[in-house]
């Protein structure tokens, strides 16, 4: 009795152990399922960014640097023994001194202003290349997101069909082995069919939200573990609304593009390479240092004492020789400059390219996404309807309800698609129409790039 007392007390407790472990994993599940909407993904891919930390400290060292280039050489302190005779006794000749020397080198022209300058407007790029990454951050996020909902997204208008066909099925089955028997073998069959083929979407479906989902993850681990808002994100901003309102002229959206933070940073490059040019012109000036030197003398033999000396001088660096040094390397810096101005020639021509194919690829996206919701879907949603009452009342083929239950779907997932796809070319569109504030980026300091 005993013995069947404590097997009784120890299932009790277990039960009780199961109950609370299934009750913790159900709330943990319902936490695991909590929608995750494009913003927050953003946000979280921005968090888990260690690109804009290393361009934080990439500022920080630059910014560092230049104060450390706009200082003097450190002085050089020179300890001499001079004139010591081979006896080594210092007061057995007049010439001996025991002498200490301090030097100090200046370096050529505004050598260190101008590399001052240089550091800082290379530090005055970070700001804008981390407006590019978030940007450009951004739009990934955006385009995976999106592709993680047409999947989900998919995936529900599939599941919602397999009931219908579900019913179809069990309609047909009844119809099949009822005494009317209107209802044929083969409709049977074409109906399981078609459901198997539907369980076939949705697992392919799966698969592919799976794979944006882990793609995403890379960016955003969150994703990994949650599904997307099944409401569809709306990216149209104003930009967007003006760039496809008006019909922008070449030199109209190049000047809209001066401000995008991949051609400011272009500007900022450029400015860097032309204090470059202004350094190797410094070049041409000569370098100077400066020494002082006090010399001690001992006594002479005869026990009189001498007087202490005082030497000082100045160093010229004599820039003769500069056809093979100084104007080689003012004809490189200018080279360079000439190359960084090519450079962003090229930046600002390849985003007006991009944001003229997304224009138009927007333009038709939105007539085919309002010629599928005003017509197409209305359409066949009518044929299926229409086909499907008329197999029911005997006067339809069954093949033909199933087929435009089948287009029905397919036009649907087509417009899922279209408005997806539509999304994405406004996430792409937002990005060339960034734009950063040139004043803001040449005075940008470090202690304000976390409010950027």
Not at 346 to 351: D, N, S, T
Request: hydrophobic share 40%; glycine share 4%.
């Amino acid at each position: 009795m005993f013995t069947s007392i404590i097997c009784c007390w120890w299932r009790k407790a277990t039960i009780s152990l199961l109950g609370a472990l299934i009750a913790l994993l159900s709330q943990s599940s319902l936490a695991d399922s909590t929608p995750l909407t494009l913003e927050k993904a953003v946000v979280l891919a921005f968090e888990m960014d260690p690109w804009l930390e290393g361009s934080h400290q990439t500022q920080l060292a630059l910014q560092e640097e230049a104060i450390a280039v706009d200082s003097l050489p450190d002085p050089q302190l020179s300890l001499l023994a001079m004139n010591v005779p081979t006896s080594y006794d210092v007061n057995q000749e007049s010439m001996t001194q025991m002498a200490v020397a301090v030097s100090q080198q200046f370096p050529r022209g505004r050598s260190r202003a101008l590399s001052r300058q240089q550091k800082e407007t290379m530090a005055a790029m970070e700001p804008l290349r981390r407006a590019e990454r978030k940007a450009s951050v951004r739009a990934s996020v955006s385009h995976l997101y999106l592709d993680a909902y047409l999947a989900q997204a998919s995936r529900a208008l599939i599941e919602k069909d397999r009931t219908l066909f579900s019913q179809l099925v069990d309609a047909a089955e009844a119809q099949y082995t009822s005494a009317s028997g209107r209802a044929r073998q083969q409709d049977l069959i074409r109906a399981q069919l078609e459901l198997i083929r539907l369980e076939d979407r949705l697992t392919v479906m799966a698969q592919e939200q799976e794979v944006a989902q882990q793609q995403l993850a890379e960016l955003t681990p969150a994703a990994a573990y949650q599904p997307v808002d099944p409401n569809l994100p709306d990216l149209m901003t104003d930009g967007a609304k003006q760039l496809i309102s008006s019909r922008s002229t070449p030199e109209a959206l190049y000047a809209q593009l001066e401000n995008h933070p991949t051609v400011l940073a272009a500007d900022r490059s450029i400015d860097s390479v032309a204090l470059g040019v202004d350094l190797a012109r410094q070049k041409y000036r000569p370098g100077f240092g400066l020494r002082a030197q006090y010399g001690y003398r001992a006594e002479d033999t005869d026990g009189r004492s001498r007087d202490d000396v005082i030497s000082l001088g100045m160093t010229f660096d004599l820039p003769l020789f500069r056809r093979n040094r100084q104007d080689r390397q003012v004809s490189a810096a200018l080279a360079r400059e000439a190359a960084a101005r090519t450079e962003r020639s090229l930046i600002i021509r390849e985003l007006v390219s991009r944001l003229h194919a997304d224009r138009a690829e927007l333009t038709s996206l939105n007539q085919r996404k309002a010629l599928y919701e005003e017509q197409l879907l209305p359409q066949m949603a009518q044929q299926s309807d229409a086909s499907l009452a008329a197999y029911n009342n005997a006067d339809g083929d069954f093949s033909e309800a199933v087929r435009a239950r089948i287009a029905e779907l397919d036009a649907k997932i087509d417009a899922l698609a279209i408005s997806v796809a539509r999304e994405q070319t406004l996430a792409r569109i937002n990005y060339l129409l960034t734009r950063s504030d040139p004043s803001v980026a040449s005075t940008a300091h470090i202690e304000g790039a976390g409010n950027e």
